[in-house]
Nanobody, 127 residues
Framework: QVQLVESGGGLVQAGGSLRLSCVAS???????????MGWFRQAPGKERDFVAA????????DYADSVKGRFAILRDNAKNTVYLQMNSLKPEDTAVYYC?????????????????WGQGTQVTVSS
């Protein structure tokens, strides 16, 4: 089992920044060398969409086109934490942001590819 807890959401003006955190716990988290974690977001009435992901072995990151150049996904192995640094935020970034974990196979872009999910954190960007 893996538990994921997100934090860092809030209300910010357009052009501002936020950093989301996702702390992972559980024995299974470190058991697989080619695990990956992703960030997804879901706006009201819309599907949950891929935002960014990071894999451990090989070490790699990937981003949705809509956030490239503005968002960065980072990890702190010592803290079992993955961050999503969000800069130059836009009103269309408003959504509930979820982190997710998959035990093997590296980065994937679909929600069904991830085994565990956090509870989500709300990000609201005002214009």
């Amino acid at each position: 089992q893996v538990q994921l807890v997100e934090s860092g959401g809030g209300l910010v003006q357009a052009g501002g920044s936020l950093r989301l955190s996702c702390v992972a716990s559980g024995r299974a988290f470190s058991a697989f060398s080619n695990r990956a974690m992703g960030w997804f977001r879901q706006a009201p009435g819309k599907e949950r969409d891929f935002v960014a992901a990071i894999s451990w072995s090989p070490s790699s990151t990937d981003y949705a086109d809509s956030v490239k150049g503005r968002f960065a996904i980072l990890r702190d192995n010592a803290k079992n934490t993955v961050y999503l640094q969000m800069n130059s935020l836009k009103p269309e970034d408003t959504a509930v942001y979820y982190c997710a974990f998959r035990s093997s196979g590296g980065i994937r872009y679909y929600t069904g590819s991830y085994n565990y999910w956090g509870q989500g954190t709300q990000v609201t960007v005002s214009s």
